[in-house]
């Protein structure tokens, strides 16, 4: 296994179905006269943008302002949460590592999804491990 990822940052398998995507000149160009409208978009969150529009797929973000701002442009977007929720729901992870990745929402200072958004979402996660572990035992 490669030094650059272990169990806890990706699995293998995943990293296999990635796929590189190449930033043209002209989305740079692009990138560049957005980043000088737009003032409350980083340069990432307008590079995320330009990718998932010119590659027709669906921008995943926790960020309200980027997923407005993809959303009045006719993007598709996704939030974090509700990703961490399918993969709850298709049993690819445990409710406990659904909290677990939460926390580490909660405590990374580059995270723009509101502490109360997290909270009310571990509260839910809770109830439904609950009903699930009553139905089983």
Sequence with gaps: MNDEFNSNTCDERILKKMKTIDFTVEQMLELERLQRTISKLSQYDLINYITARDCGGILATGDKRLKDYSERNGGLVIRTLK??????????????????????????????????SIDAFV????CNYLLVEEKIG
């Excluded at 509260?123 to 809770?126: D, M």
């Design 83 to 116: 990703i961490i929720e399918m993969l709850v729901s298709d049993e690819v992870i445990t409710y406990k590592e659904a909290i677990d990745a939460c926390g580490l929402l909660k405590i990374c200072k580059d995270t723009r999804i509101p502490v109360e």
């Design 123 to 126: 509260n839910e996660l809770v």
